[in-house]
């Protein structure tokens, strides 16, 4: 079995266990009252260290990802660490949402996002690339 299905079949264990990607959403990251989950996506963001698996939660407020596993890393006093690696962009400061995909490659699509003081976040791997980037765009417009 490769490491892909062993992962989606990770993901949808978790799933289950936690009722739904809208109980994991709002046990992951503060939900405000309000704020509607409009997609979740399995897919993977680009770090200087190589990409992270994980969940990329697209809401009317914020856009999250969280990794699949605990990233491992030192501690200033040398101790091993694990948490999970996680990111999250307010919609009100995304400056836009770019598509991408590799010349060589077009089936490798990538979404872009640039915030309004110029970081840029890269997620590719989409089991359903046209339905996320749709749902960011409705979240940011």
Known sequence: M??????????????????????????LFSVT???????????????????????????THKIAFCSQKPIKFSSPNGELIRVRYKVVIPVNKIKSANQSENIKKPSQKYIEIVT??????????????????????????
């Open 33 to 59: 009252e309000g704020e509607k989950l409009l997609k979740a996506s399995q897919c993977y963001l680009s770090t200087t260290a190589g990409p992270i698996v994980g969940l990329l939660f697209i809401s």
């Open 2 to 27: 490769t490491e892909t299905v062993k992962g989606k079949l990770s993901l949808v264990a978790k799933i289950l266990q936690f009722g739904g990607v809208e109980n994991i959403f709002q046990k």
């Open 116 to 141: 309004v003081d110029n970081f840029d976040f890269w997620f590719m791997g989409f089991t359903n690339y046209k339905k996320a980037f749709k749902s960011l765009q409705q979240a940011i417009s």
